[in-house]
């Protein structure tokens, strides 16, 4: 791989995406920078002229997504790093959520991801080389009242990206599944949408769109060390496949294993009761070993 690696993000005109563009440049990689509106990165052109591309994409149309990869390769020969970036929150119960609302998650925060790794990676298999880099969330591990469509988006993507990872890994290809927890970046006010509240749900979703307006601006997460972060599993030889971000992060997703581990041992009795009488478990080998297979 060349010392000097050509990244692709994708909704990087603010917020994360922006920070990963701005801390990956200045570490002295090539960004292909990726927006709805690139206008807003053209200040970082002056600076930055030789190795940066700015590129209109919207994630959500296949069609631009194989033209931005494209361009990239026409632009600089190869790229090296794919980071799924785009997407947004919608605050509400389910039952608020118009049927739009809730598939627009579904649209832009799984299709997009959807989108890029079809366009990216006959490139990577043919280089026999290349990471992708998908910005899920804790809330791609564990599910919060109030963020139904956004949980089953990135829930989605985590799944996606666990099985590709099994299917590219022989190829020569890495996968890495990032999951921010609160980071000072406007996911939670320009970046955030909300739902026509009913007064049923106030007592839960209510409340926690009160508690996600006085975070706003708070958060612990620092975007420029994320991208810091970034850039140093892209130089390595074995990433992981699943990185929390923050202390939070950290705590809730270990919250989340334990509480399943209770779970199972609590509910032993039913989940065995439904077993075929002297059946072996030696059938399930296979699909037990998940990634460890070569």
Known sequence: ?????????????????????????????????????????????????????????????????????????????????????AGYGLIGAFEEMSPDEFGGQMTTNFGGVVNMCRAVLPTFRSQRSGHIIQISSIGGRRGSAGLS???????????????????????????????PGGFRTDWAGASMSFATPMESYEPVVGAFKEWIKTYTGTEPGDPAKAAKVLFEISRMEEPPLRLPLGVFAKQFVKEGYMTSLTELDQWSS?????????????????????????
């Open 1 to 85: 791989m060349t010392e000097r690696l050509v990244w692709l993000v994708t909704g990087s005109s603010r917020g994360l995406g922006r920070a990963i563009v701005e801390g990956i440049l200045e570490r002295g990689d090539v960004v292909v920078a990726t927006a709805r509106k690139v206008a807003e990165l053209q200040s970082l052109t002056e600076k930055y002229a030789d190795r940066l591309l700015l590129v209109a994409l919207d994630v959500t149309n296949p069609e631009q997504a194989q033209a931005a990869v494209g361009q990239a390769i026409k632009r600089y020969g190869r790229l090296d790093v794919l980071v799924n970036n």
């Open 270 to 294: 039913l989940i065995e009761a439904t077993e075929i009488d002297g059946s072996s478990d030696e059938s399930h080998t296979f699909l037990a070993l998940g990634d460890k297979t070569k």
């Open 149 to 179: 469509g956004y949980a089953a988006s990135k829930f989605a993507v985590e799944g996606l990206s666990e099985v590709l990872a099994q299917e590219i890994a022989p190829l020569g290809i890495k996968m890495t599944i990032v999951e």
